[in-house]
C-alpha cells in the first residue's frame, strides 16, 4: 500500500519539475524521456524479489517516468486545438477512464495466470506504446530554450523563463490554484474509501466492484460531453463548469452514508463519475484561458503540485475518524464540505478575469493616444520649421 501512495503522490509532486523541463526542452523530449524511464522502472520492478527496492524502482522511478510523460499529453493539444480545445481533451482523457474499467479485469486475469512479475512485464507493452506516440509530439509554440539561445548554440534562458513564477501574478490564476486544492481535501475520500465502506455495510453480499465500473464508465461520458460543452462557453466562464463538478460530487459524498440500499450508492456513483469527468476533461481548457499557450505548461504543473498535498492529507485523515467512530458517515459528511467551499471559491475568477482584460485593454488605448500626441506634437515643430523656410525662399 505505501508503495502504491508512494507512486500516486510522486506523480504530482514531480509536475511542478516537469513544467520546467517541458519549457526548456519541448513536449517530444520530455514525454519520450519520461516514458523510457518509467518502462525502466516498470521493467525493473518485475525483476524485484522483496519490498524495500519496489520503494525506488516503482514508488520513484516508475512515477517519475509517468509524470514526465503525462504532463506533456495535456500540453502539446493546445498547440493545435482552439475552438474544440474541450473536446479534444475530453476525447484523449476519457482514454483513462476506459482502462479504469478495462484494466482492472485485464489485471486479475493476467496475475492468476502469470503471476505478478510477468504481468509487470506485460504492462511495459504499454510504456513502450507510450514511448512511440511521445515521438509525434511536435510543439507549435517555442520553449524557452529556443528563445534563449541563438541557432545552433545551446545555451539556458534566463532564470526568470526557467522559473515561470510570473503566472502566480495572475490574480484569476492564485485563485484557481488556491480553489481546486482547497476543494481537493475531501474530493478523493469517496475513491479511496467508499469499498470498505460498502463492506462495512452490507458485507460480502453486494458485488463492490459495480461501484468502480460505474464510476469508471460515466466519467468517461463525462468527459466527452463536458470537453464539447467547455467549447461553447466563452472565456474563463468554463469556470462555472468546475464549480458545478465540486457542488454535486460534494453533494454526492454527504448523501453516501444515507443510501441504505446498494442501488442508492450506484446511483451516488453514477453521478460522481460523469461530474469528476467534468472537472478533469477541462482543466487545461481553462489554464490556456487563464494564461496562454505560452505559459500553460508551468501553470498545469504548480497545480498538480499544490494538489498532491490534500490528494495525500485528505483520505488518511478520514481512515483516522473511521478509526475513532467506528463509522465511515462522519467522514463521507466532513469530506463534501471542501468541494463545496473551493467551488465558491472558483466562481469569482471570471469576474477578476474580465477586470484584467478590460486593464490590459485599457493600456494599448492609452500608449495610441500618447504615440497620436507624439505625432502630432512633431507635425505641429516640422510645420513651424517649415513655414520660416518657405518664407525665406519666397522672399529670396
Known amino acids: 500500500a505505501w508503495v502504491n501512495s508512494l507512486s500516486m503522490g510522486m506523480v504530482f509532486f514531480c509536475s511542478p519539475i516537469v513544467s520546467i523541463f517541458t519549457d526548456l526542452f519541448g513536449c517530444r523530449k520530455v514525454a519520450v524521456i519520461g516514458a523510457a524511464v518509467g518502462l525502466v522502472g516498470l521493467l525493473s520492478s518485475s525483476f524485484v524479489s522483496t519490498i524495500e527496492p519496489l520503494y525506488f524502482t516503482y514508488g520513484i522511478l516508475f512515477a517519475c517516468g509517468c509524470s514526465f510523460a503525462y504532463q506533456p499529453s495535456l500540453v502539446i493539444l493546445g498547440h493545435y486545438f482552439k475552438k474544440r480545445l474541450g473536446l479534444v481533451n475530453g476525447i484523449v482523457t476519457a482514454g483513462s477512464s476506459l482502462f479504469t474499467v478495462s484494466l482492472p479485469f485485464l489485471l486479475r486475469v493476467l496475475i492468476d495466470s502469470v503471476g505478478l512479475y510477468n504481468t509487470l512485464r506485460v504492462l511495459c507493452i504499454l510504456m513502450f506504446v507510450l514511448f512511440l506516440a511521445g515521438f509525434t509530439y511536435k510543439p507549435l509554440v517555442p520553449s524557452a530554450k529556443d528563445e534563449g539561445g541563438k541557432k545552433g548554440k545551446f545555451r539556458f534562458p534566463p532564470e526568470k523563463k526557467i522559473c515561470n513564477f510570473s503566472v502566480f501574478k495572475v490574480l484569476s490564476y492564485q485563485i484557481w490554484a488556491f480553489g481546486i486544492p482547497a476543494a481537493l481535501f475531501g474530493y478523493f475520500v469517496p ?82 463519475g460523469l461530474f469528476d ?118 522672399g529670396f
Open 277 to 394: 469527468g467534468c472537472f478533469i476533461c477541462i482543466m487545461a481548457p481553462i489554464a490556456f484561458e487563464l494564461v496562454g499557450a505560452q505559459d500553460v505548461s508551468q501553470a498545469i504543473g504548480f497545480l498538480l503540485g499544490l494538489m498532491s498535498v490534500p490528494m495525500t492529507v485528505g483520505p488518511p485523515i478520514a481512515g483516522l475518524l473511521r478509526d475513532h467512530l467506528g463509522t465511515y458517515d462522519v467522514a463521507f459528511y466532513l469530506a463534501g464540505v471542501p468541494p463545496l467551499v473551493g467551488g465558491a471559491i472558483l466562481c469569482f475568477i471570471p469576474w477578476v478575469h474580465e477586470r484584467q482584460k478590460l486593464k490590459e485593454r485599457a493600456k494599448p488605448v492609452d500608449g495610441e493616444t500618447t504615440e497620436k500626441m507624439l505625432e502630432n506634437e512633431s507635425t505641429l515643430v516640422s510645420d513651424a520649421t517649415e513655414k520660416p523656410v518657405t518664407e525665406m525662399e519666397s
Open 191 to 272: 475513491y479511496v474509501h467508499l469499498m470498505k465502506h460498502v463492506k462495512d455495510r452490507f458485507g460480502d453480499s453486494v458485488p463492490e466492484e459495480v461501484l468502480l465500473l460505474c464510476l469508471g464508465i460515466t466519467s468517461g461520458v463525462g468527459r466527452l460531453i463536458f470537453g464539447r460543452v467547455a467549447d461553447y462557453i466563452p472565456g474563463a466562464k468554463k469556470v462555472y463548469l468546475q464549480v458545478a463538478s465540486f457542488f454535486f460530487i460534494g453533494l454526492m459524498s454527504m448523501m453516501i452514508p444515507l443510501c441504505h440500499v446498494f442501488g442508492g450508492l450506484i446511483a451516488v456513483c453514477l453521478f460522481m
